[in-house]
């Protein structure tokens, strides 16, 4: 997985690719401490990229919602597809992340 | 008193005021088709009227056995068809209550011995895996935080280790230092014997704090081989990747969708099966209704024989009442023709034998009409065949 960071004026617009899995751990960590420095409140992923997601991946998006929580930002995935987007609703995680399409 | 006598003009001869114009009416034996014409009253039109009379009475005769006959073939075959409706209906009855058990079970399942409805028990099905896949995603999260946690942990203890190593380099620099304040305390004799007594405890100490850091190291060594084993664990743990699994809910969902859809359709279609059985079963009771149309027949045709059996019984009176005035030269004429009519139109082959053998093997006609079956005239249970000539 790589990613692209694009400051907006209301948001942060975090552009992920290609496959979130565990062996990105250090990476995405690299990344919420990225997202928790930038001044926006809205942190959004987008995932339309993003091709693959392991259930390590659903936890450290979960991490990442919780780390922004702490710091009173909001985390928003956004443009999900695929596995990725099948993974998110049978993991209904509508319920603790605000997902957009 | 003679018939003749009563009627003198019978031996008067053909009529002369109108004479036949076909000018064969007159032939005796000539059949129906001579009746409609006049013939001279005659012994001869006598001994003609006489055949008739034979044949007809015969005739009526077997008739009315056949109307008995056909009344008591229609009566038994009428009560067999009701009795089989009466069991096809209690069969069709039984039939729509199986199905009705089937369709009160067809909508549940048996559980530890309590029905379950199907949307329920598919809810609850459908309830569980989501449930499982919460724990997926919480687990799977709780494992991340674990593996921060323990990366963090490692930089810590790698800090460890290098501040036990600049422990040891102070420790070599003290003991060198003490050592060097030993050299100079003996160099200064009985001044010095003193100072040489602190330079050797300070050398004590650092062997000491050597002697700590070399437990410290082996402890903290541990330390770090459990925290990188655990971490090994933990990362195979959280690298178990279980999104196949939790996307396995799409399969069940549409499988449970499906069933119940299933359950359903095999529902409804029960549910008509059921009416459509209940409808036989009434419409076969009407039928069995509809059988005692045999009664009225039965009753219909005891009254046409009644009525065959007074004509018969008058026509053989005047029969015997003629034969007494008839002179006994004159035989009664067999009217051929119109017997070869009447034979022909039977087309049931035992029908017809029976009428062959009332009509001219108990009469005076001669045998001529086809094949005559010695038993024909006796009831034959296999009477319904058919024979075309």
């Known amino acids: ?101 | 008193m003679s018939f003749y006598g009563r009627a003198p003009r019978l031996e008067a001869g053909p009529e002369p005021q109108e004479p036949d114009p076909s000018g064969n009416g007159s032939h005796p034996g000539n059949g129906l088709s001579d009746v409609g014409e006049k013939i001279p009253l005659s012994g001869e039109l006598l001994a003609t009227w006489m055949g008739y009379a034979d044949v007809q009475r015969r005739t009526l005769e077997a008739i009315q056995n056949e109307l008995t006959r056909t009344s008591s073939t229609v009566e038994g075959a009428t009560l067999d068809l009701s009795d089989r409706f009466r069991e096809l209906a209690e069969k069709a009855m039984q039939q729509s209550e199986r199905v009705e058990q089937i369709v009160s079970m067809a909508g549940s399942v048996s559980i530890d011995g309590e029905r379950v409805p199907m949307d329920q028990l598919v809810t609850g099905m459908q309830q569980m895996i989501a449930d499982m896949i919460t724990n997926i995603v919480t687990l799977s999260r709780h494992a991340m935080s674990m593996v921060y946690l323990l990366d963090d942990v490692q930089k810590d203890v790698s800090e460890l280790e290098k501040s036990i190593g600049d422990i040891d380099a102070i420790n070599r620099q003290t003991n060198f230092l003490a050592l060097n304040a030993t050299i100079e305390a003996s160099r200064a004799g009985e001044a010095g014997r003193t100072f040489a007594v602190v330079a050797q405890e300070v050398r004590h100490l650092s062997r000491s704090t050597g002697a700590l850091a070399d437990r410290m190291r082996s402890k903290v060594t541990a330390v770090v081989k459990g925290v990188r084993n655990g971490h090994d664990i933990l990362r195979q743990i959280a690298d178990t990747d279980m999104s196949p699994q939790m996307l396995a809910k799409e399969r069940v969902d549409k499988t449970m969708e499906s069933l119940v859809d299933q359950t359903n359709h095999f529902q409804a279609v029960l549910e008509t099966a059921a009416t459509v059985s209940s409808d036989m079963s009434s419409t076969i009771s009407h039928m069995v209704t509809g059988m005692q149309f045999q009664d009225l027949t039965k009753q219909r045709l005891e009254a046409i024989n009644d009525s065959l059996a007074i004509m018969a019984e008058g026509l053989n009176e005047l029969e015997n009442r003629t034969r007494v005035e008839m002179p006994a030269s004159l035989g009664p004429q067999v009217p051929q023709e119109w017997l070869d009519e009447l034979l022909g139109r039977f087309k049931l082959s035992e029908m017809r034998q029976r009428f062959v053998r009332r009509l001219l093997l108990e009469g005076t006609a001669l045998d001529e009409h086809g094949a005559l079956d010695v038993d024909a005239g006796q009831d034959d249970s296999s009477g319904g065949d058919i024979e075309l000539f």
């Open chain 1, 1 to 101: 997985m790589d990613y692209g960071i694009e400051d907006k004026e209301q948001e942060t617009l975090v552009r992920l690719r290609g496959r979130l899995t565990f062996n990105d751990h250090a990476k995405l960590r690299a990344l919420i401490r990225e997202m928790l420095q930038n001044r926006a409140k809205r942190q959004v992923l987008d995932l339309s990229t993003l091709e693959f997601v392991d259930s390590a991946g659903i936890g450290m998006l979960l991490i990442a919602r919780e780390e922004m929580a702490n710091a009173d930002k909001q985390l928003v995935l956004r443009s999900a597809a695929g596995q990725v987007k099948r993974v998110l609703t049978v993991a209904q995680l509508n319920k603790i992340v605000t997902i957009e399409d």
